[in-house]
């Protein structure tokens, strides 16, 4: 295999399906690119990818090359960060992850004061469940990431480190019926259909078999929008509806403290892996803001 030229424009081709639409993508001619994948190819000495009327498929031994060529790919891009950083972080780019709730207070936060300080750093942040993080984070994709460390703690491929805990609230519109039933029952809540965002299976088993979420959403923007404009109730960390109920736009189920499970955020990354000087850098801002946080 010459370079990693041939590896970008196989991944540009994966992702696309269509050589013209691959080809306008990487900045090459159709010919070029159909070459540089024969090159790869031969190299290889396998058949890659099927081509159709309509596009491409890739083949076993294509599968098996995306997934390797994604990493080596991520790590190239990690090291030319690592190296253009260290020092003075005056370039270069940090890409990170957060779940849904982190995402909506602790991490935006965090990012605003590193893009202050450190303008010309690019930071891409991938907002999605911890499980599809954690795959992320493995493949290289991200460095780190921010979410719900229930399911993760333990995990030898990892290196979790805890952050302050929130209690959990269910809320719902600030004029919804549940607001007038006092004392208000878990039973009560089973009349109105619960949204949510991927729950771990603590959080799924505190609340019952019967109190299960029936709209699931890994964006909690939509989830709020959602609570505010109908009779749908959810549950979230305090930390990130605290702002909503104190001007009235969402109000806190009347429960008993300790009907919802509180939160467990934690910062992740690769075990035995060092941090950036970026991710580093975004991980001390983290560590800062949540222990000056006044919820």
């Known amino acids: 295999?010459?370079?990693?030229?041939?590896?970008?424009?196989?991944?540009?081709?994966?992702?696309?399906?269509?050589?013209?639409?691959?080809?306008?993508?990487?900045?090459?001619?159709?010919?070029?690119?159909?070459?540089?994948?024969?090159?790869?190819?031969?190299?290889?000495?396998?058949?890659?990818?099927?081509?159709?009327?309509?596009?491409?498929?890739l083949t076993a031994h294509g599968e098996l090359v995306l997934e390797h060529a994604r990493r080596l790919l991520a790590g190239s891009r990690a090291l030319s960060n690592a190296v253009s950083q260290l020092g003075n972080l005056a370039s270069g780019e940090l890409r990170l992850g957060a779940g849904p709730y982190p995402a909506a207070r602790l991490v935006p936060q965090a990012m605003g004061a590193f893009a202050e300080r450190h303008p010309r750093v690019r930071l891409q942040l991938s907002i999605d469940n911890w499980q599809q993080l954690r795959t992320r984070l493995l493949n290289d994709e991200i460095e780190l990431f921010v979410a719900d460390i229930r399911e993760l703690s333990g995990d030898p491929l990892l290196d979790v480190e805890p952050l302050r805990s929130h209690a959990g609230k269910l809320f719902c519109h600030p004029r919804h019926p549940l607001l007038q039933r006092v004392p208000l029952r878990m039973a009560d809540l089973l009349e109105y259909p619960l949204a949510a965002t991927q729950l771990p299976e603590e959080v799924m088993a505190a609340l019952g078999a019967d109190f299960q979420p029936s709209i699931q959403c890994d964006n909690f923007m939509v989830l709020k929008e959602l609570v505010s404009t109908s009779l749908v109730i959810s549950l979230a960390p305090w930390d990130v509806i605290a702002q909503d109920v104190a001007s009235g736009r969402l109000a806190p189920l009347p429960l008993q403290p300790g009907a919802v499970q509180h939160s467990a955020y934690g910062i992740v990354s690769r075990a035995g892996h060092s941090l950036s000087p970026g991710a580093a850098e975004l991980r001390r801002l983290l560590l800062a803001q949540e222990a000056t946080a006044e919820l």
């Not at 990693?4 to 994966?14: D, E, I, K, P, S």
């Not at 696309?16 to 000495?45: D, M, T, W, Y």
């Open 1 to 57: 295999m010459n370079d990693l030229r041939q590896l970008r424009h196989f991944v540009a081709l994966a992702e696309h399906g269509h050589f013209a639409r691959a080809a306008e993508a990487v900045h090459l001619s159709q010919p070029a690119l159909s070459r540089s994948i024969q090159a790869l190819e031969s190299g290889l000495g396998c058949r890659l990818l099927d081509r159709h009327p309509r596009g491409i498929s």
